[in-house]
């Protein structure tokens, strides 16, 4: 059957219904963007702050936001006048909203972390950190800002002759893994706080030991750090 020419009226009927659909399914559901005045914003389903935001507020901090729908911080850049020629500080946070990595806006560079290096170390044994006690002794320490959760630490030591001894670390106090006898290397990897504290201990320093004891003879135990640094989980 041939198909017939539908009636304005008809036309105007359906063309109507589409209307409301659009306007029913689009009232019907939140939001997940939103455009104002040249800035974007996107939230999660439900959520009522936005997970990612980018513009130019005035006054607001801002020039760019990513975040969690928890509203942690993933990544901010900083607009600290809310004018569009101050500088941008760069942010970007961890899990438990921690300062990970920022940049120095008032000379460029990097703000945080901070990166220790090891500067050179002595290779002549007689000059090592040293005891010659009987008994558990400190003969180098350091403090060091505590930034990823585990430390990688290698220890040179050795014994004057016919003499024997250990040497071990502590951090914080605390025993960090075995002694090793004089003359092997201490070379350790292991969370240098418990995990479970890491969190809250995130930023802060943590004083590192070494210590050597003699067990026979009348000479010394050295010890010298080779290596330390941070390393992740």
Known sequence: MPALPEDIVDRLRALERRVQQIYTAANSRPPLNKFTNGTLQ?????????????????????????????GQP???????????????????HDAYDHELISDDVGT???ARPWLA????????????????????TTVARS???LWQPKMRLLIATTASASTSGQV????NGVQWGDAV???????RTDFTVPADTF?????????????AVVNSGTGSVYAQPMAMYGTQT
């Open 42 to 70: 996107v939230f999660a389903p439900g959520g009522t702050s936005a997970i990612l935001a980018v513009g130019q507020w005035t006054g607001q901090e801002y020039g760019l936001s990513l975040r969690r729908q928890t």
């Open 181 to 187: 006898n004089s003359g092997a290397n201490l070379d």
């Open 108 to 110: 460029g560079g990097l």
């Open 117 to 136: 290096m090891l500067p050179p170390q002595d290779t002549a044994p007689a000059r090592w950190p040293q005891t010659n006690s009987a008994s558990w």
């Open 199 to 211: 969190a809250t201990a995130f930023g802060t320093p943590v004083t590192v030991e070494i210590q």
């Open 143 to 145: 403090q060091n800002p």
């Open 168 to 171: 071990r670390v502590l951090v």
């Open 74 to 92: 993933v990544l901010d850049v900083w607009n600290g006048s809310g004018s569009a020629t101050a500088l941008q500080p760069f942010r970007m």
